[in-house]
């Protein structure tokens, strides 16, 4: 798995500050995609260096990691998911996909974001998305994604 850039940022999971890891090689396609490029085979390897490193710099400046992206190998995101809950974080994933994968773990991910981008029915702060937001809580999902209804 290939990390194309990463940020700190505060939308993308509510009540989050998130260290935001953009993976490349995602296999969804979507028309209408807001960052193609992490369609391409770009970036370095996420190994377990690389996220320590991460987590060492930036770990005390925020609560969360989301993997956006990931879908080309779902075991690996869930694998590094549990290496940020051991350091202390919560974890994220926004994936493109509409169902969960096979490899998903209730105890790995805090959050996911499943569904494709549609451009017609925008992202998850729009009225008419597609998309969903979970939370995980105690093996099931609940659906968040009115916290990001502008109001």
């Excluded at 994604?145 to 109001?151: A, E, I, P, V």
Aim: some cysteine; aromatic content about 10%.
């Amino acid at each position: 798995m290939k990390i194309a850039s990463y940020d700190i940022v505060f939308q993308d999971v509510p009540g989050e500050v998130t260290l935001s890891l953009n993976l490349s090689q995602c296999p969804n396609r979507c028309p209408g995609c807001h960052s193609p490029q992490l369609q391409d085979d770009i970036g370095y390897l996420l190994d377990d260096e690389m996220l320590d490193n991460l987590l060492e710099s930036y770990g005390h400046d925020v609560t969360c990691v989301c993997f956006m992206g990931g879908d080309c190998e779902p075991e690996e995101v869930m694998r590094l998911a549990d290496r940020v809950h051991a350091f202390g974080l919560k974890t994220a994933w926004y994936s493109g996909k509409q169902q969960l994968s096979e490899y998903f773990r209730f105890e790995s991910i805090d959050y996911v974001k499943l569904g494709p981008y549609v451009a017609t029915l925008g992202p998850l702060s729009s009225p008419e998305t597609n998309q969903r937001m979970y939370r995980s809580d105690s093996g099931r999902l609940i659906d968040i994604t009115d916290n990001f209804k502008r109001k």
